[in-house]
Antibody
Framework: QVQLVESGGGLVKPGGSLRLSCAAS????????MSWIRQAPGKGLEWVSY????????YYADSVKGRFTISRDNAKNSLYLQMNSLRAEDTAVYYC????????????WGQGTMVTVSS | QSVLTQPPSVSAAPGQKVTISCSGS????????VSWYQQLPGTAPKLLIY???KRPSGIPDRFSGSKSGTSATLGITGLQTGDEADYYC????????????FGGGTKLTVL
């Protein structure tokens, strides 16, 4: 069964850090580009970051550049998002998603993990 | 404010047809493939359309996509109450740095 399972969300104070993980199963993880996409409560989708299949190419949204770091471990079938200097506006459900054919078509999504930044 | 512009809401009766528009620019829709997603309440988004007009396996042909210039359209025929959801368009944007952009979302109400 093809699936993605996120973990690592929680409540953190402004300025704090959190590391999200996404475990992939049921497909050859190393063949696919992956992304993190978030959704603030009651809001629309916002793309956060993108990593190529080998990890050699990475992109970030301007809103997180310099604060967030995406990475992957193909041997462990896992995707990560290290989030530093967190702000209240980073509060959202964070989804990891598989890019079907490397054209920003996300065909597999995790269930999401909630990150709340609040004092 | 989203880079891609969608109407906030659309509505139609069961069995009818509805279209949802997505407007962008030459740096995104105009030169890249468009995808469409359906998000039912409390769930993760689901890919409906990719490459402007292709449907993944399992997506019924009631859902269709098209693109013209810097705009894209999602069409849904034979509306069902189960189609009530938020719909998002998305694509690459290669303006200053490569990144993915989404529309603000359209809430579909099946009356």
């Amino acid at each position: 069964q093809v699936q993605l399972v996120e973990s690592g969300g929680g409540l953190v104070k402004p300025g704090g850090s959190l590391r999200l993980s996404c475990a992939a199963s049921g497909f050859t993880f190393s063949d696919y580009y992956m992304s993190w996409i978030r959704q603030a409560p009651g809001k629309g989708l916002e793309w956060v970051s993108y990593i190529s299949s080998s990890g050699s190419t990475i992109y970030y949204a301007d809103s997180v550049k310099g604060r967030f770091t995406i990475s992957r471990d193909n041997a462990k079938n896992s995707l990560y998002l290290q989030m530093n200097s967190l702000r209240a506006e980073d509060t959202a459900v964070y989804y990891c998603a598989r890019d079907y054919i490397a054209v920003a078509a996300f065909d597999i999504w995790g269930q999401g993990t909630m990150v709340t930044v609040s004092s | 404010q989203s880079v891609l512009t969608q109407p906030p809401s659309v509505s139609a009766a069961p069995g009818q047809k509805v279209t949802i528009s997505c407007s962008g620019s030459s740096s995104n829709i105009g030169n890249n493939y468009v995808s469409w997603y359906q998000q039912l309440p409390g769930t993760a988004p689901k890919l409906l359309i990719y490459d402007n007009n292709k449907r993944p396996s399992g997506i019924p042909d009631r859902f269709s996509g098209s693109k013209s210039g810097t705009s894209a359209t999602l069409g849904i025929t034979g509306l069902q109450t189960g189609d009530e959801a938020d719909y998002y368009c998305g694509t690459w944007d290669s303006s200053l740095s490569a990144h993915v952009v989404f529309g603000g979302g359209t809430k579909l109400t099946v009356l």
